[in-house]
C-alpha cells in the first residue's frame, strides 16, 4: 500500500480546475470490482456501477469529464478533467487565523499554513475533490443498498497533467492497465 507524504498538495495549484491524473484504491486492495482473466477484466455488480458512475459523470458534476478511465479488480485510474470556466464558484474552506479564529480562507492561504490536518489537505483539491469523492460515496452506497461488503481507502492519489507528453503516456498507461495486470502481479499504482 502506498504511503501518502503528509501534505501531498502542489502549493502553486488551486485544484479548482485542470487535468489530472487520478487513481483511488479498495481498502487493503481486495479484488471488491472484479477479476482479470485472460487479459480480460470482468466486472463485479459493483464494478459495473463504478463504471457507469464515470459513463455519467458530467450528469452530476457539468464541470467535470473523464474521457478515460479503467475499473480495475482494486482500483481506478481516471483521467479527470476540471473546466475552471464551468465550476460553480471557487471553493473556501474554513481555517483558522493567527489568533485561532475561524474563518473562510481560500485553498492557498490555507495551502500554506504548516501544520494541516490529513482532512484540510483533502479539502484543499476543490472540485477535483468533490469529484471523486461524490464518485466513490455513489459507489459506497450502491455497495451498502446491496448488501455487498465493500470498503475505500480514505485517501487518493492524484498527479496534475502538465502537458501533451503526459497525457499520452497517463492515456496509454491506462489503456494497457488491464493487460499489464497479469504480467506483474504485484502491480503497483
Keep these: 500500500m502506498p504511503q501518502f507524504p503528509k ?3 502542489a502549493q502553486w495549484h488551486n485544484y479548482n480546475g485542470g487535468l489530472y491524473f487520478v487513481t483511488f ?7 471488491y ?12 455488480d459493483v464494478g459495473k456501477f463504478a463504471d457507469e458512475q464515470f459513463r455519467n459523470v ?3 458534476y457539468p464541470y467535470a469529464e473523464i474521457p478515460l ?17 464551468k465550476i460553480p464558484y471557487e471553493r473556501r474552506i474554513v481555517g483558522f487565523d493567527s489568533v485561532g479564529s475561524r474563518r473562510a480562507t481560500t485553498p492557498q492561504e490555507q495551502n500554506q499554513q504548516s501544520n494541516m490536518s490529513p482532512r484540510e489537505i483533502a479539502n484543499m483539491q476543490g472540485w477535483m475533490s468533490v469529484v471523486i469523492g461524490g464518485i466513490k460515496s455513489s459507489i ?7 448488501a455487498i461488503p465493500f470498503s475505500w481507502q480514505s485517501r487518493f492519489y492524484d498527479h496534475i497533467i502538465r502537458d501533451s507528453d503526459e497525457m499520452n503516456s497517463i492515456a496509454e498507461y491506462i489503456e494497457n492497465n488491464v493487460a499489464q495486470w497479469e504480467c506483474d502481479s504485484d502491480e503497483k499504482i
Design 25 to 31: 484504491c479498495t481498502k487493503n486492495r481486495e479484488h
Design 69 to 85: 478511465w479503467v475499473v480495475m479488480p482494486d482500483h481506478i485510474h481516471a483521467i479527470v478533467i476540471i473546466d475552471n470556466d
Design 140 to 146: 459506497t452506497k450502491y455497495a451498502n443498498s446491496n
Design 7 to 9: 501534505n501531498i498538495r
Design 58 to 60: 458530467t450528469e452530476h
Design 33 to 44: 470490482l472484479g477479476e482479470i482473466s485472460d487479459g480480460k477484466m470482468s466486472l463485479t
